[in-house]
């Protein structure tokens, strides 16, 4: 008697189909078991860690409800601000942190955009090339917001000196369109604490 | 008895393999993310003490806007080489355990000495100290804050003893199990030592699939570009590895199956 081997088809199909079967319970148990986690974290990443494309986004403008159906991106340029009574024209980005300070006019991202009936906060370098001139802004002066979706106008209320910390001088409206535009103040050497500020709302001329 | 012995068979193979999937990533974690030497290494390579000192300085050149100071003074008071000595020290102090603080002294002080030397080639003077303080702590904390990642280093170094501790129970409890199912229990279980290898090599490539596909790891940025790099780049070195390693367990798996399968065919010479 002699012993031979043979390969048996089946057993090896059984072997495959039983690690087929260990795996499809280890994406049950990974699924229902730490789904909700790991989705929660990736999410999170897609939504605030990654980086835009490189192209501005298409904003849209909804004209009955007064609202924005797509935003600019943070750091697009949207815009521009003009200032007749100054001879200011100036590039308008939305967000407001160092790097796009040094690219023109910040939009501070909490509050609202041009048309929307909400207070629209905007920040510029007391520099030239920035809003170095804005403290010669009177009351009554035109400022022109010419965005993307259409151009919205509006005159100078008021203006004054605060401190930098001085929240409520920087209110969010939600019910009235009041444009906001401030900047370091005084000029001189150092890190200036107080900010000028001018107010003015939307006008209808 | 035979299903019992088969019902067993089926259940030290499926925790065989569960706790191998289990091993292979956390041996991954330990030779990558988890080791100092691999991320000092990756830093490196990645050029990430240039882009930060490119990043910083940038910084610095915007926090002068507004300031009536020109933009030239921030020029030199710091290097790239203290740059790698604060980086380094703090990426040894998530390992080590130990705090490390950024020494801001002699950035202070090359500061201080460039803005008099500014202000006297300019014939200004400063009319404000409390504004021109705040314009150089602005300045120096912006090289402290790109350097520690706004203390984010420190946040990670009470977190990484922690995940090494229970990466290390772990990974022991996961060798002693295997090894139980593998060596100790070969009897019962030798023919389905293919079974836990193709199954652990499959369920580590739905783990690839299931978390670096769900995130746009190439356009990832947390903090900076040049952190956000790094990170890319180990993440992407972490899932090549899991795959490499599903690959290697696959075929292993394969060849054992195809080896388990030959059957004994006993054949009697008739007389």
């Given at each position: 008697?002699?012993?031979?081997?043979?390969?048996?088809?089946?057993?090896?199909?059984?072997?495959?189909?039983?690690?087929?079967?260990?795996?499809?319970?280890?994406?049950?148990?990974?699924?229902?078991?730490?789904?909700?986690?790991?989705?929660?974290?990736?999410?999170?990443?897609?939504?605030?860690?990654?980086?835009?494309?490189?192209?501005?986004?298409?904003?849209?403008?909804?004209?009955?409800?007064?609202?924005?159906?797509?935003?600019?991106?943070?750091?697009?340029?949207?815009?521009?601000?003009?200032?007749?009574?100054?001879?200011?024209?100036?590039?308008?980005?939305?967000?407001?942190?160092?790097?796009?300070?040094?690219?023109?006019?910040?939009?501070?991202?909490?509050?609202?955009?041009?048309?929307?009936?909400?207070?629209?906060?905007?920040?510029?370098?007391?520099?030239?090339?920035?809003?170095?001139?804005?403290?010669?802004?009177?009351?009554?002066?035109?400022?022109?917001?010419?965005?993307?979706?259409?151009?919205?106008?509006?005159?100078?209320?008021?203006?004054?000196?605060?401190?930098?910390?001085?929240?409520?001088?920087?209110?969010?409206?939600?019910?009235?369109?009041?444009?906001?535009?401030?900047?370091?103040?005084?000029?001189?050497?150092?890190h200036k604490t107080e900010r000028f500020v001018v107010y003015a709302e939307g006008d209808e001329s | 008895m035979k299903n019992v012995k088969m019902f067993t068979r089926i259940i030290l193979g499926l925790i065989a393999s569960f706790f191998l999937i289990i091993l292979s990533v956390l041996l991954i974690m330990k030779s990558t993310i988890l080791n100092k030497d691999y991320v000092i290494k990756k830093i490196s390579d990645d050029n990430?003490?240039?882009?930060?000192?490119?990043?910083?300085?940038?910084?610095?050149?915007?926090?002068?806007?507004?300031?009536?100071?020109?933009?030239?003074?921030?020029?030199?008071?710091?290097?790239?080489?203290?740059?790698?000595?604060?980086?380094?020290?703090?990426?040894?102090?998530?390992?080590?355990?130990?705090?490390?603080?950024?020494?801001?002294?002699?950035?202070?002080?090359?500061?201080?000495?460039?803005?008099?030397?500014?202000?006297?080639?300019?014939?200004?003077?400063?009319?404000?100290?409390?504004?021109?303080?705040?314009?150089?702590?602005?300045?120096?904390?912006?090289?402290?804050?790109?350097?520690?990642?706004?203390?984010?280093?420190?946040?990670?170094?009470?977190?990484?003893?922690?995940?090494?501790?229970?990466?290390?129970?772990?990974?022991?409890?996961?060798?002693?199990?295997?090894?139980?199912?593998?060596?100790?229990?070969?009897?019962?279980?030798?023919?389905?030592?293919?079974?836990?290898?193709?199954?652990?090599?499959?369920?580590?490539?739905?783990?690839?699939?299931?978390?670096?596909?769900?995130?746009?790891?190439?356009?990832?940025?947390?903090?900076?570009?040049?952190?956000?790099?790094?990170?890319?780049?180990?993440?992407?070195?972490?899932?090549?590895?899991?795959?490499?390693?599903?690959?290697?367990?696959?075929?292993?798996?394969?060849?054992?199956?195809?080896?388990?399968?030959?059957?004994?065919?006993?054949?009697?010479?008739?007389?």
């Amino acid at each position: 008697m002699h012993k031979k081997h043979k390969f048996s088809k089946k057993v090896f199909a059984t072997y495959v189909a039983i690690s087929f079967l260990f795996v499809s319970v280890f994406i049950v148990c990974v699924y229902f078991g730490f789904n909700k986690t790991i989705k929660r974290y990736t999410n999170l990443i897609n939504t605030v860690a990654i980086k835009r494309s490189e192209e501005a986004r298409e904003i849209s403008f909804d004209k009955v409800n007064k609202k924005l159906e797509v935003m600019p991106a943070y750091g697009d340029k949207y815009g521009n601000v003009i200032i007749d009574s100054i001879q200011l024209n100036l590039p308008l980005y939305y967000g407001d942190n160092e790097e796009i300070l040094s690219y023109g006019i910040g939009h501070y991202a909490g509050s609202y955009f041009p048309g929307e009936g909400g207070s629209i906060i905007l920040a510029g370098h007391n520099d030239p090339g920035y809003f170095e001139r804005l403290s010669e802004v009177k009351e009554g002066d035109k400022i022109t917001l010419d965005v993307s979706y259409g151009k919205f106008s509006y005159k100078v209320q008021s203006t004054k000196i605060v401190n930098e910390n001085d929240l409520d001088s920087f209110p969010i409206s939600e019910d009235r369109e009041l444009l906001i535009l401030y900047t370091c103040y005084p000029k001189g050497i150092g890190h200036k604490t107080e900010r000028f500020v001018v107010y003015a709302e939307g006008d209808e001329s | 008895m035979k299903n019992v012995k088969m019902f067993t068979r089926i259940i030290l193979g499926l925790i065989a393999s569960f706790f191998l999937i289990i091993l292979s990533v956390l041996l991954i974690m330990k030779s990558t993310i988890l080791n100092k030497d691999y991320v000092i290494k990756k830093i490196s390579d990645d050029n990430y003490y240039d882009k930060l000192y490119e990043e910083i300085k940038k910084d610095m050149e915007n926090n002068t806007l507004s300031s009536g100071i020109d933009k030239e003074v921030i020029n030199d008071i710091y290097t790239e080489d203290m740059v790698r000595d604060d980086v380094g020290g703090l990426i040894g102090s998530i390992y080590s355990g130990n705090k490390f603080d950024i020494n801001l002294e002699k950035i202070e002080g090359n500061l201080n000495e460039s803005i008099d030397e500014f202000l006297n080639k300019n014939n200004l003077k400063a009319d404000d100290e409390n504004a021109l303080n705040n314009f150089k702590d602005r300045i120096v904390n912006v090289y402290k804050d790109e350097v520690s990642l706004y203390g984010y280093f420190n946040n990670i170094g009470d977190k990484y003893k922690k995940v090494d501790n229970v990466c290390n129970i772990l990974i022991v409890l996961s060798i002693v199990i295997i090894s139980l199912n593998l060596f100790i229990i070969r009897k019962l279980h030798k023919k389905y030592y293919g079974v836990t290898f193709l199954s652990a090599g499959l369920g580590l490539v739905y783990l690839k699939i299931f978390i670096w596909e769900g995130i746009d790891i190439k356009n990832i940025i947390i903090i900076s570009d040049s952190f956000s790099n790094v990170l890319k780049n180990i993440l992407n070195d972490m899932g090549t590895k899991l795959l490499t390693l599903s690959i290697i367990f696959i075929i292993l798996g394969i060849i054992l199956n195809i080896t388990s399968s030959f059957k004994k065919i006993k054949r009697i010479r008739r007389t």
